[in-house]
């Protein structure tokens, strides 16, 4: 095997085109399996192993500067980079993140996760270099449905300022997480049918050289395109066409599927953790969406590039039609558009992970709540119990939903608690509203929930007891009883519960009534404590003699954690919390 002797690039230039041909059916085997075992980013991966092995032929990394952007599509390059082992052996997986990460190697020069950033971070590479007057290449690599992003159009915008050496290389599979979606994805098929000869062209027109690699899975041609490219005293293009999910039958028929795809059977390409078929907060969105469109033509889900977080795979965006829609990866876009359909009259719902509404801080308080245009925000995997990646943490929106004025941020505990407020978002017409999508177990407990959420910031005592009052948050109401049961079993006290419902405001009547027969009250927060909901408990406390502790997570960036771990570290647990009482009082 070749790629057992591969240590670093240097070993890649011993090979002659026919060996890296054998290497990189090597690599694919090697991605197979530990796919099959471990799952990640398929699709991506499968489909640029050619291209980075004749990035790794041609250029003289680590000196010249490769960047991966949102890094779906760094494996390759970390089996060539030194790390092989974490891709080939089993005991190994664990060693590298899913994503390029300068602690782990010298070749890779950023740790990134969020899309369209490749190129500005590239130019800053670049800008650097010449102004120390070195040289070296600067390469970014971007894939086509990044392109949607603006910060990948700003930053080509940008790279032809820099009249020096960058390429960016555009690999072009005709697909982004799901299809893609936008204007400029039609000169892209336009270049690939015309082997990139059609006078319309996006990246002459931004003011580059231009390159169109028409078998951009094969070796050959692309050593020959990058030959050309190295040393360049100019920005250009590498517009390459590859096939996303090359070499795995199932991967290359269904993009979508595949982009990132749990354990599986190698043979059928079945997944070995089938669903339960049972509901969950995706399905129940999707099937409330959808009967809502039927009743009312205004009703429309937004989607940037994330489809299925709300359950609509490609036949549920069929049934919707016009009614759904996908503005690919552009979430500032996403906001300013459900803004404007609010705005004349419209009811949009977008859709969106906690950690990717982050890229749309501006607009939310620009476009969406200066003038209160009542759209409806949903806040997916906004949880210790979400994605894990230090890139895609999705515990920071509390801090940041939560204090933008004119915003609603509503955190439901369970089904019949979030449909009644989705319900309520889409029929008001006063307020942009977030709702905070529970994460965790799938909770349903069959209630009719009949709040008004008009009248703001009315909490729910659930639990009416005396001395500690516990406040469970979303997510953490669970907790919230299960404390209050702990309590009780430690000391006797009854402990009162309560429901805030509302993270952007408190209830100061509740709070103040707490006062006659509680010492102690206690705020649980699935998110970052710092600027977030508990604080503003403390803070109406602040003249009183009353006790607060404020649970949730402390302000950290955590890479690839178990929940358990965090909640134990940040004493989230039943147990802790109840020692914690207990010392007080």
């Known amino acids: ?298 009703v429309v889900a937004i989607t940037s590039a994330t489809p299925t977080i709300m359950g609509f795979t490609k036949e549920y965006r069929d049934i919707a039609g016009e009614q759904f829609v996908d503005v690919g990866i552009a979430e500032e876009t996403a906001v300013a558009l459900a803004a404007g359909i609010a705005a004349n009259g419209g009811k949009p719902v977008y859709g969106v992970y906690s950690t990717f509404l982050q890229r749309t801080y501006d607009q939310l308080t620009q476009d969406l709540c200066i003038d209160s245009n009542p759209a409806t925000i949903l806040t997916f995997g906004g949880s210790v119990y979400g994605m894990s990646d230090v890139t895609h943490l999705g515990i920071q929106d509390i801090p940041m939903l939560s204090n933008i004025p004119n915003l609603v941020y509503l955190a439901p505990s369970t089904k019949e608690e979030y449909l009644a407020m989705l319900d309520w978002s889409i029929e008001q017409s006063d307020y942009p509203v977030a709702i905070r999508v529970p994460a965790g177990r799938f909770i349903s407990d069959g209630k009719n929930v009949t709040k008004d959420f008009s009248k703001f910031n009315k909490y729910e005592i659930e639990k009416k007891g005396s001395k500690v009052a516990i406040i469970g948050l979303g997510t953490f109401m669970e907790l919230a009883y299960n404390t209050a049961d702990e309590i009780k079993a430690k000391t006797g006290i009854e402990a009162t519960v309560i429901n805030p419902y509302y993270i952007s405001g408190i209830d100061k009547e509740v709070l103040e009534e707490l006062k006659k027969e509680h010492q102690l009250v206690i705020t649980l927060e699935d998110g970052i404590t710092d600027g977030g909901f508990g604080e503003k408990i403390t803070r109406f406390y602040s003249i009183s003699d009353m006790k607060v502790l404020n649970y949730g997570l402390k302000k950290e960036l955590i890479d690839r954690y178990k929940v358990e771990d965090v909640l134990r570290d940040n004493r989230l647990t039943k147990e802790q919390i109840t020692e914690d009482v207990m010392r007080l009082l």
């Open 1 to 298: 095997m070749y790629i057992e002797k591969i240590n670093g690039p240097l070993d890649v230039k011993k090979l002659t085109i026919d060996e890296l041909i054998v290497l990189a059916d090597e690599m694919r085997h090697a991605l197979l399996i530990r796919a099959s075992k471990h799952g990640g980013h398929f699709g991506p991966n499968f489909g640029m192993v050619e291209a980075t092995i004749a990035m790794h032929y041609v250029f003289e990394s680590p000196k010249d500067k490769i960047v991966y952007d949102v890094s779906h599509q760094c494996y390759p390059h970390k089996m060539l980079t030194g790390r092989k082992d974490a891709y080939l052996y089993e005991e190994h997986y664990d060693d590298v993140t899913g994503y390029t990460n300068p602690n782990e190697s010298e070749h890779d020069f950023f740790t990134i996760g969020h899309t369209s950033t490749s190129v500005s971070l590239a130019c800053g590479l670049a800008k650097a270099r010449d102004l120390k007057g070195e040289d070296g290449n600067v390469i970014a690599v971007i894939g086509d449905g990044s392109l949607s992003g603006g910060e990948a159009l700003e930053g080509i915008d940008y790279a032809a300022e820099l009249n020096s050496n960058i390429i960016i290389v555009i690999n072009d599979n005709d697909m982004s997480i799901a299809e893609n979606h936008g204007g400029l994805y039609k000169n892209l098929k336009l270049l690939r049918e015309t082997n990139g000869q059609a006078e319309c062209n996006l990246f002459k027109a931004m003011g580059l050289e231009y390159i169109y690699v028409n078998e951009g899975n094969d070796i050959a041609s692309l050593i020959d395109a990058f030959k050309k490219v190295k040393d360049i005293n100019k920005p250009v293009a590498v517009h390459i066409n590859t096939l996303k999910g090359k070499g795995y039958a199932p991967a290359e028929a269904n993009k979508e599927q595949w982009h990132y795809h749990g354990p599986f059977n190698i043979e059928t390409g079945e997944s070995l953790y089938k669903g339960t078929g049972e509901e969950n907060y995706a399905s129940i969105t999707r099937d409330y969406l959808l009967d809502r469109m039927k009743k009312d033509k205004k």
